[in-house]
């Protein structure tokens, strides 16, 4: 027998439905499409959804980004159901880390410190020291020693704008964010030409040949901010498109323009999007709750040696929060 469908008109209210009677929460990244940002309980970068996911008292956790995030989620809550609405929701950084190789690269290194950015296997959480995302990398690498060795992965991209920040000379994974890695240098020198007013912002996850024409650099959320910060202004956003739904929400009188990516000469359109946080749809995930699959399982000793570097990460950040909340109060 054919499964019923709701009507796409009754999709949200259906998805309402089943949040409230399996106790859910539907945690969501900004580049997800523009309806799962608005009916998601928490928007956020991977910084604040692994924030919230620690913090969550629901049952179920329906985490609408990719897979890697949701294995933070289900590692941080190993007794919760995760639900993911599409399973094939990878990530380029993710997937140029195998983890055998990862293991050799170590063992060549043994004096130095491994620093993984979230945007990796579970497998490479399990064999990282820190694990940092790209709002509180910097200050993560600032509190060790300056003498300390560090390999950096998988992004070589965001590891070579950290080496430059921190003055260090971190060794680097040789990965990259297939997004932000193609953005085009000759569409965005077009586009500053028509707009010279315009505040260029950009995510470190770019080559560093786009960082250099960037006013103000930062994790989504920071860019987030400085639009709010600067209203009524205009801005290139260097960064994947599903980010400028919050922009233009949140700064409604503020003019965005998307950099275009160098695929197509800069004419395709939807190239600075991210393929993978796109699988992500409402049928999907009405789907995914209705039937409570796909879900997200991991091997429970792996869940234990990825949590370290996890718990690491979350107990520096909130550290390094509350110094500089009382260092503002202070002043
Ligand atoms: P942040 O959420 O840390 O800004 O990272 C962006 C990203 O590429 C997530 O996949
Ligand atoms: Fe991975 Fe880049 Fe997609 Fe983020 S935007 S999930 S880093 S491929």
């Not at 950099?259 to 359109?269: I, K, T």
Request: overall charge negative; charged content about 25%.
């Amino acid at each position: 027998m054919s499964q019923r469908y709701p009507n796409p008109a009754n999709l949200e209210s259906e998805i309402l439905r089943l949040k409230r009677e399996m106790n859910a929460v539907i945690l969501a990244h900004y580049y997800q499409e523009d309806d799962i940002q608005d009916i998601a309980d928490i928007i956020g970068d991977s910084l604040e959804l692994a924030r919230k996911a620690s913090e969550t008292t629901a049952d179920v956790i329906v985490f609408c980004g990719v897979k890697f995030m949701a294995e933070g989620a289900k590692i941080l809550n190993p007794s919760k159901t995760v639900l993911l609405p599409d399973m094939a929701a990878g990530c380029s950084l993710e997937s140029s880390c195998p983890p055998d190789r990862f293991r050799a690269f170590r063992a060549a290194h043994p004096d130095h410190l491994a620093i993984s950015y979230i945007n990796c296997s579970a497998a490479i959480k399990a064999q990282t020291d820190i694990i940092v995302t790209s709002s509180n990398a910097e200050a993560i690498i600032q509190s060790l020693p300056q003498e300390q060795k560090i390999i950096f992965a998988p992004d070589r991209f965001l590891g070579g704008y950290l080496n430059k920040k921190t003055g260090r000379d971190m060794l680097l994974w040789d990965g990259s964010c297939m997004v932000h890695e193609r953005f085009s240098e000759k569409e965005l020198v077009k586009l500053k030409t028509r707009h010279p007013n315009a505040h260029v912002i950009a995510h470190p996850e770019c080559p560093e040949s786009l960082l250099n024409y960037a006013d103000y650099i930062g994790a989504t959320s920071g860019l987030l901010r400085f639009a709010e910060q600067h209203p009524g202004e205009e801005f290139i956003v260097l960064t994947e498109a599903g980010i400028l739904h919050q922009m233009k929400k949140r700064s409604p009188g503020s003019i965005f323009y998307p950099c275009p990516s160098a695929l197509d000469g800069g004419a395709c359109v939807g190239c600075n999007t991210c393929e993978y946080m796109k699988l992500n749809t409402m049928e999907k995930l009405y789907r995914c709750m209705r039937d409570r699959t796909p879900e997200l399982i991991l091997p429970p000793e792996l869940m234990v040696a990825a949590r370290r570097p996890l718990d690491r990460m979350l107990t520096m950040s909130a550290h390094m929060q509350s110094t500089a909340i009382a260092q503002a109060s202070n002043a």
